[in-house]
């Protein structure tokens, strides 16, 4: 999945690096992290459900932050245009996450009309970053049928 998720932010038009980790790793590899970052936190539990056809749908749930590099000392009203930006560049990974190919076909289904929560986030890490913070749920497309 953490393979999927990166080679969807490398098609963002902001150019994010991609980061993986605990928040006590993504704090530590922050330092060193060229920005605009997706940081993505190890998956929440995955919902395993059997179907009647024999296949197992799979159903992740991840929370990812979309981060600019910012300044000591600013004040948060001077950091919504990053938080404006973030929020683009999570509402752009949504949209290429559902169109996203691996094989035949699409690998995510993200059904319309459900919601994905989109915070902002302010000077969380040792390195002072603003953006958002998605938590999306996204149901896996191919399956294997035994």
Same mark, same amino acid.
């Given at each position: 999945?953490?393979?999927?998720?990166?080679?969807?932010?490398?098609?963002?038009?902001?150019?994010?690096?991609?980061?993986?980790?605990?928040?006590?790793?993504?704090?530590?590899?922050?330092?060193?992290?060229?920005?605009?970052?997706?940081?993505?936190?190890?998956?929440?539990?995955?919902?395993?459900?059997?179907?009647?056809? /024999?296949?197992?749908?799979?159903?992740?749930?991840? %929370?990812?932050? !979309?981060?600019?590099? &910012?300044?000591?000392?600013?004040? #948060?009203?001077?950091?919504?245009?990053?938080?404006?930006?973030?929020?683009?560049?999570?509402?752009?990974?949504?949209?290429?996450?559902?169109?996203?190919?691996?094989?035949?076909?699409?690998?995510?289904?993200?059904?319309? /009309?459900?919601?994905?929560?989109?915070?902002?986030? %302010?000077?969380? !890490?040792?390195?002072? &970053?603003?953006?958002?913070?998605? #938590?999306?749920?996204?149901?896996?497309?191919?399956?294997?049928?035994?």
């Amino acid at each position: 999945m953490r393979n999927q998720i990166e080679a969807i932010t490398q098609t963002l038009s902001a150019n994010p690096s991609f980061l993986y980790g605990t928040e006590k790793e993504l704090n530590t590899l922050a330092d060193d992290a060229a920005f605009p970052c997706v940081f993505m936190y190890p998956m929440q539990p995955i919902v395993v459900s059997p179907q009647v056809n /024999g296949s197992v749908d799979n159903v992740f749930t991840l %929370y990812l932050e !979309f981060l600019y590099k &910012t300044e000591f000392g600013q004040f #948060t009203a001077e950091n919504e245009t990053y938080v404006q930006q973030a929020l683009h560049m999570a509402n752009e990974f949504i949209v290429k996450a559902a169109k996203y190919r691996d094989g035949d076909g699409r690998y995510f289904r993200i059904k319309a /009309g459900e919601k994905a929560k989109c915070l902002p986030v %302010y000077n969380k !890490f040792d390195v002072n &970053t603003t953006g958002v913070g998605l #938590t999306i749920t996204l149901n896996t497309m191919y399956y294997d049928v035994y």
